[in-house]
């Protein structure tokens, strides 16, 4: 009993520990992410603060860490300039329920059809993304709005700074996990920084994390027809975002430690966040895959961990923000540097020759993609691409052996899937003016897909009878058959010995 309670004590220390690891992490994430979005840094924090609380506690997968997040920020940014902040908080609330209705209609489940060279693609991007985040913490905003490099002093000053944060996190864990390498290595840079009379950049220097606890706030729009059409466009865009980062995260962290999450309980958790979190004056969020990894690799596997982050992160606003305010941004950048080499997949330099082409090419793809533009027009286009490769890769494998069976009749032994890419090819493999009187087609080895091949049978058989011949087709599923009822009495069904095998028809419930 007693190796029990230790046991689990020991978790809950990994927790809470790591948890105040990812606070540190989340507090120039979240301002940095305000700026973008045009608000104030508060809004940020807020936001970090309530969909982190809430996701820890209802979001269905544990170790995951929830925030403000730049790829929604980069799409609030022209609601905000365009009508304010209150709009703003009116389309997170909206956003919350959109996800909410997606998790109850558990299209959660639709993670599963994203490839992994898509997921490969959306891992490799962000840590590009994360790295990139960082770089505008080594420049300085010159009077003419213009960006320079920091004075050489100052930026070697930084740079060793973040090496020695990236030490610390390297080597710490090889003598002890006693404490989370990433808190030990920011309170170590920290007093470095403090007692050495250094001058670098501090998370003060950034803006001010001091407040209030968020205050109820409905927002204060009219709630009309008008504002609808406003915010519903944006309210659709940010939900596809903020669920396809958090279901995707969930899964590289499922696949992390081998275990499985709820992606339609991660939905409703989110969406539940966002509501509370546009009602309590955040800008909204979503999965963060850096401070997710930051989690992960301290030791923070429960939802212990998440809530113990967001708390911290709420005593910081309220109690700690004169002292988290002397933390050097370098402490900070180094961590993130380490969550950008643990996250990017180097192994995917060693797929070029190892995988198809196609599939290296949408890894490439949907990193880029992401850099450039965001994580749900990646994934999207990723989907598609490799949706697209798969139909012409499989669209050149249909082809027909031929044979005189006793009756004299032609036989064509179809192999191969008959689907919308393999139509083309498929018509081309009969020669009906050539052909005999009696013409069989055997699809025991072959599987029709879809109403498109069910249109090209039909369209074949017009074609044989018009050159006065009969087509005989066998071993098709009752399925195909109920769907050639377009084509009457030209097509001649041979129905003995047909497998059990159907095709994708929406009537059918799988």
């Given at each position: 009993?007693?190796?029990?309670?230790?046991?689990?004590?020991?978790?809950?220390?990994?927790?809470?520990?790591?948890?105040?690891?990812?606070?540190?992490?989340?507090?120039?994430?979240?301002?940095?992410?305000?700026?973008?979005?045009?608000?104030?840094?508060?809004?940020?924090?807020?936001?970090?603060?309530?969909?982190?609380?809430?996701?820890?506690?209802?979001?269905?997968?544990?170790?995951?860490?929830?925030?403000?997040?730049?790829?929604?920020?980069?799409?609030?940014?022209?609601?905000?300039?365009?009508?304010?902040?209150?709009?703003?908080?009116?389309?997170?609330?909206?956003?919350?329920?959109?996800?909410?209705?997606?998790?109850?209609?558990?299209?959660?489940?639709?993670?599963?059809?994203?490839?992994?060279?898509?997921?490969?693609?959306?891992?490799?991007?962000?840590?590009?993304?994360?790295?990139?985040?960082?770089?505008?913490?080594?420049?300085?905003?010159?009077?003419?709005?213009?960006?320079?490099?920091?004075?050489?002093?100052?930026?070697?000053?930084?740079?060793?700074?973040?090496?020695?944060?990236?030490?610390?996190?390297?080597?710490?864990?090889?003598?002890?996990?006693?404490?989370?390498?990433?808190?030990?290595?920011?309170?170590?840079?920290?007093?470095?920084?403090?007692?050495?009379?250094?001058?670098?950049?501090?998370?003060?220097?950034?803006?001010?994390?001091?407040?209030?606890?968020?205050?109820?706030?409905?927002?204060?729009?009219?709630?009309?027809?008008?504002?609808?059409?406003?915010?519903?466009?944006?309210?659709?865009?940010?939900?596809?975002?903020?669920?396809?980062?958090?279901?995707?995260?969930?899964?590289?962290?499922?696949?992390?430690?081998?275990?499985?999450?709820?992606?339609?309980?991660?939905?409703?958790?989110?969406?539940?966040?966002?509501?509370?979190?546009?009602?309590?004056?955040?800008?909204?969020?979503?999965?963060?895959?850096?401070?997710?990894?930051?989690?992960?690799?301290?030791?923070?596997?429960?939802?212990?961990?998440?809530?113990?982050?967001?708390?911290?992160?709420?005593?910081?606003?309220?109690?700690?923000?004169?002292?988290?305010?002397?933390?050097?941004?370098?402490?900070?950048?180094?961590?993130?540097?380490?969550?950008?080499?643990?996250?990017?997949?180097?192994?995917?330099?060693?797929?070029?020759?190892?995988?198809?082409?196609?599939?290296?090419?949408?890894?490439?793809?949907?990193?880029?993609?992401?850099?450039?533009?965001?994580?749900?027009?990646?994934?999207?286009?990723?989907?598609?691409?490799?949706?697209?490769?798969?139909?012409?890769?499989?669209?050149?494998?249909?082809?027909?052996?031929?044979?005189?069976?006793?009756?004299?009749?032609?036989?064509?032994?179809?192999?191969?899937?008959?689907?919308?890419?393999?139509?083309?090819?498929?018509?081309?493999?009969?020669?009906?003016?050539?052909?005999?009187?009696?013409?069989?087609?055997?699809?025991?080895?072959?599987?029709?897909?879809?109403?498109?091949?069910?249109?090209?049978?039909?369209?074949?058989?017009?074609?044989?009878?018009?050159?006065?011949?009969?087509?005989?087709?066998?071993?098709?599923?009752m399925e195909c058959r109920d769907l050639l009822e377009k084509a009457g009495n030209l097509v001649e069904?041979?129905?003995?010995?047909?497998?059990?095998?159907?095709?994708?028809?929406?009537?059918?419930?799988?």
């Amino acid at each position: 009993m007693f190796a029990l309670y230790y046991k689990h004590a020991a978790r809950a220390k990994d927790d809470v520990l790591s948890g105040l690891t990812v606070a540190l992490a989340l507090v120039p994430e979240a301002v940095a992410f305000s700026f973008v979005a045009g608000v104030h840094p508060l809004t940020g924090l807020y936001a970090a603060f309530m969909v982190g609380l809430i996701t820890a506690l209802i979001g269905g997968r544990p170790g995951m860490i929830s925030g403000a997040t730049g790829a929604l920020a980069v799409v609030m940014v022209s609601l905000v300039a365009s009508h304010g902040v209150e709009y703003l908080f009116a389309t997170v609330v909206l956003m919350g329920a959109l996800q909410i209705a997606a998790g109850l209609l558990k299209l959660g489940k639709f993670i599963r059809m994203v490839p992994f060279p898509v997921m490969l693609g959306f891992v490799n991007g962000l840590a590009i993304v994360i790295f990139l985040a960082q770089i505008p913490q080594f420049q300085l905003t010159l009077p003419d709005g213009s960006l320079s490099w920091l004075p050489k002093g100052q930026l070697g000053l930084m740079l060793a700074l973040v090496f020695g944060t990236m030490f610390i996190m390297h080597y710490l864990p090889k003598i002890t996990r006693a404490l989370p390498a990433g808190l030990i290595a920011i309170l170590a840079i920290s007093l470095i920084v403090i007692f050495g009379g250094l001058n670098t950049k501090t998370v003060g220097d950034i803006a001010s994390i001091g407040g209030g606890f968020p205050p109820f706030h409905i927002p204060g729009v009219p709630f009309n027809l008008e504002m609808i059409k406003i915010i519903f466009p944006y309210a659709i865009i940010l939900a596809a975002i903020g669920l396809i980062e958090s279901l995707l995260t969930m899964s590289v962290i499922d696949e992390m430690t081998e275990t499985r999450g709820k992606g339609n309980r991660v939905c409703i958790g989110q969406g539940t966040a966002n509501i509370f979190t546009g009602l309590f004056s955040g800008m909204g969020g979503c999965a963060m895959i850096g401070q997710s990894m930051i989690n992960i690799s301290s030791g923070g596997q429960r939802n212990l961990s998440g809530i113990s982050a967001a708390l911290f992160l709420l005593s910081f606003i309220l109690f700690g923000s004169s002292l988290i305010e002397m933390i050097p941004v370098a402490a900070l950048i180094g961590i993130m540097f380490m969550v950008v080499l643990g996250t990017f997949e180097w192994g995917s330099f060693r797929m070029i020759k190892r995988v198809p082409h196609e599939d290296f090419f949408v890894i490439v793809l949907v990193a880029l993609v992401t850099v450039f533009t965001d994580l749900a027009i990646a994934v999207i286009v990723g989907v598609i691409v490799s949706a697209l490769v798969f139909a012409w890769k499989h669209a050149k494998e249909i082809h027909a052996e031929t044979l005189i069976n006793p009756e004299g009749a032609k036989v064509y032994k179809l192999k191969g899937p008959l689907f919308f890419a393999s139509i083309h090819r498929f018509g081309e493999i009969f020669d009906p003016l050539k052909d005999p009187d009696e013409v069989v087609i055997d699809f025991a080895n072959s599987r029709v897909a879809d109403h498109s091949a069910i249109e090209a049978i039909d369209s074949l058989a017009e074609r044989y009878t018009k050159a006065g011949k009969k087509l005989h087709l066998c071993h098709l599923s009752m399925e195909c058959r109920d769907l050639l009822e377009k084509a009457g009495n030209l097509v001649e069904v041979n129905i003995k010995d047909d497998p059990q095998y159907h095709v994708a028809d929406d009537k059918l419930a799988f």
